[in-house]
């Protein structure tokens, strides 16, 4: 005896029957068919997005926007930090600066300062371009043959 496609049924129980909304009092889902009593989301072909808030005025209207070069970084946020063993990967005398941090992913692409930490050793002498340097690590880099370099102007807390 073979099977056809036509004598396949799910098994008896595994699909249950759908609800029947508004088929009177006595069904139990009758009258309002489990929408409550009026209101917006009563009605016919009613939809709220997740973020929608009852008609005030929602929250992403509600934040302050600014707009320009001069707020695309936040006030007082702090540089990316970089350790020494991650420049490891680098090759002996290699000029590393935030461009070939970020080709080699050790940052994110829409860093725009660095700060070498003092974490770890550097095996090989490296030419390191950041914004900032920890005393430490600027010492381990000279101490291993290479050199620190600062560019760029950061700014500066003025009292």
Do not use: W
């Not at 496609?5 to 508004?22: F, K, T, V």
């Not at 939809?47 to 209207?61: A, D, K, T, Y």
């Not at 010492?139 to 009292?159: C, F, H, L, N, Y």
């Amino acid at each position: 005896m073979s099977i056809s496609l036509n004598d396949l049924h799910p098994a008896p129980g595994s699909r249950p029957s759908r609800r029947r909304l508004g088929r009177g009092h006595g069904s139990g889902r009758g009258k309002t068919a489990g929408k409550g009593t009026k209101g917006q989301k009563a009605r016919t072909g009613a939809h709220m997005p997740r973020f929608f808030e009852g008609g005030q005025n929602p929250l992403i209207h509600r934040m302050p926007t600014r707009r320009g070069l001069h707020f695309r970084k936040a006030p007082g946020q702090k540089p990316a930090t970089v350790n020494l063993r991650q420049l490891n990967t680098f090759a002996p005398n290699q000029t590393v600066d935030l461009q070939t941090l970020i080709a080699a992913r050790i940052v994110g692409k829409n860093v725009r300062e660095v700060k070498v930490l003092a974490d770890g050793e550097l095996a090989h002498p490296l030419t390191v371009a950041a914004n900032q340097f920890s005393a430490a690590a600027k010492s381990k880099i000279e101490a291993a043959g290479g050199q620190a370099v600062v560019v760029g102007a950061t700014r500066t807390q003025e009292s």
